[in-house]
């Protein structure tokens, strides 16, 4: 409780200095899921910028040495979050870049930034203000206490936020209770790597080997279970290792992504031989270097699939628990049955059929039904939209 008081404390030093610091409008600060990974929106934007428009100074914060290291091994510009020069860098810097809240950077030192707020998903489920179920709105005489502390308020009408589609904005609209001339429609950064052929995460080269001896791979990416709060391996109901001889008996191979809150759970599991559980090691942070080299998608409610659609590859749905997810963890937007283009399957046992019959059969189409999703949910999809964010915040940072 000490600590926490300091840090407020502190914290609001910090934020008064940052006020009358003069701010530098070639100076842009990124971050990305609360200074703890390099990925998303972000750090494809980060990239960008660094390698086509030198003129800006982009500088990503963490305070994860691990990722620090990473970063620095690229050859990129980036600082320990709370470091001096970090801190005195946040106070300088005109623009600041997030994917998830302004905590993906140094939020202390951030009054007068123009922040940009690019999300890490086009929601399915209900998000932020519209988010009922999981989200802990503060009542009155907390919000009074946060006034004391402004560095802690998350004021979305003053960001710019990002959006796919006219149909995707509406829903951040109301996500966040901004106006409509707060979103812009650009595309999301991290769906270019989608048309950029090459990867060198640590991963790839054993990818594209099994694809070389004839394995489909085939990527499962669920989403998390009350951030975190529930075992994500009750999902495969006790029959992994019978999911992986059938995997095997079909030569397929399975890669398994967690979301962000669910990663430390793979830690202690046994090595299969057509299941791989992908950590952060494998892919530097970014599950989005190899996504192309994948043949299927399964998932639940993960917005992942919104993304995976720009690449015209089938996808399994698996919502096993739907009814208990609705209930407990998020609404959706939209009726889940219209907006999910391919195969619903009540259990394993029917998704590993669907998989055999997609690898043998090639029977599995859904081809118009994922054309008429991602007009829907994509206005572009040509591996430009790092350029349409840059041109958006020039214009919102002037």
Known sequence: MIKKIFSLLLGDILYGMSSLMPKNDK????????GEKYTDNSKYLYEYINKNHKNIR????????????MIQNKGYETYYMYSLTGIFLSMKAKVGIISTSSKDINHYCSCNMKFIQLWHGIPLKKIVYDDVITCNYPNKAKRAIMKLFPFSI???NKMLIISTSPEVSKTLTSAFR?????????GYPRNDAFFIANSNVPIIKKINNLKKNSFKIGIYMPTHRQEGKINIFELFSG????????????NTILLIKFHFYHLKEIKNINKLSNIIFINDNDIDQDI????????????????????????????????????DYLKNDREFYYNYELVTPGIKAKDWDEVLERVKNLIYCDNYTY???RAFIKKMFHTFSDGNSSERVFQAIKIFSK
């Open 367 to 369: 081809n118009e039904e």
């Open 27 to 34: 100076i842009w600060i990124f971050g990305a899921w609360f």
């Open 58 to 69: 982009a500088i990503w914060l963490t305070k994860n040495k691990d990722t620090l290291r």
């Open 288 to 323: 989005y270097s190899i996504l192309r080299q994948t043949d299927f998608l399964i998932t639940d409610y993960s917005s992942i699939f919104f993304d995976y659609l720009l690449l015209d590859k089938p996808i399994i749905f698996a919502p096993f628990d739907q009814e």
């Open 239 to 250: 029959n992994i290792d019978k999911i992986n001889d059938y995997l095997k008996g079909i």
């Open 154 to 156: 998350e004021d979305y």
């Open 178 to 186: 901004v106006t409509a001339s707060n979103v812009v429609v650009t």
